[in-house]
């Protein structure tokens, strides 16, 4: 059974840090991996969706990597902002999607 | 604009009663999802529909029930047999596995709180 796991769980950084959140995965069959961003009290919001044949996609400041052989796949924020304050989760997909519990990010102005 | 639209988005329920949570969506897309989510905790999946008039029990799928008579809409209810049922429920959707970028998109909740 699919078990995905997200590392740390909580992470505060200076305005202008360069971080990675983490994302791994027991099952190396998967179909897709999707990062979203979860405000308080909302819903959550796509941010990249990395297919089983790519290895990486870019949206802005944001990088997403998948290494299927590993069971990883990093989110890469560049030059944080306070707006990226919120929390991500990553979920892989196959025939429903089985989500991480998700890094609640502070960015400190 | 397209996007999936979740109603009541505060709900209250009274011991024993069952409520019925709405989800619209007008994207076109044929699979629909229900997740529950409880604080500090990621999303569990209750139910799932890949086809109108189809769909399968997830992992906590208990307590509640669903319809998929249509291809815009997946209902969720949530009966007296569940236990706990105060949590944030979200719907989702996405086009089926095999037809491109599944992208899953989500709408806004419903928060439902037992008096």
């Known amino acids: 059974k699919q078990e995905v796991t997200q590392i740390p769980a909580a992470l505060s950084v200076p305005e202008g840090e360069n971080l990675v959140l983490n994302c791994s995965f027991t099952d190396s069959a998967i179909y897709n991996l999707q990062w979203f961003r979860q405000d308080p009290g909302k819903g959550l919001t796509s941010l990249l969706l990395?297919?089983?044949?790519?290895r990486e996609q870019t949206s802005g400041r944001l990088n997403a990597s998948l290494d299927k052989s590993s069971g990883r796949s990093t989110l890469y924020i560049a030059a944080s902002q306070p707006g990226d304050s919120a929390t991500y989760l990553c979920?892989?997909?196959?025939?429903?999607?089985?989500f991480g519990t998700g890094t609640r990010l502070k960015v400190l102005a | 604009d397209g996007g999936i639209t979740q109603s009541p988005k505060y709900l209250f329920r009274k011991e024993g009663q069952n409520v019925t949570l709405s989800c619209e969506q007008n994207?076109?897309?044929?699979?629909m999802y229900w997740y529950r989510q409880d604080p500090g905790q990621g999303l569990r999946l209750i139910y799932y529909?890949?086809?109108?008039?189809?769909?399968q029990k997830g992992d906590i799928a208990e307590g509640y029930s669903v319809s998929r008579e249509k291809k815009e809409s997946f209902p969720l209810t949530v009966t007296s047999a569940q236990k706990n049922p105060t949590a944030f429920y979200l719907c989702?959707?996405?086009?089926?596995?095999?037809?491109?970028?599944?992208?899953?998109?989500f709408g806004a909740g419903s928060r439902l709180t037992v008096l």
């Open positions: 994207l076109n897309h044929d699979a």
């Open positions: 989702a959707s996405s086009m089926p596995r095999g037809s491109g970028a599944n992208v899953l998109t």
């Open positions: 529909s890949q086809i109108v008039n189809d769909f």
């Open positions: 979920a892989e997909g196959t025939y429903k999607y089985i």
């Open positions: 990395i297919q089983s044949s790519q």
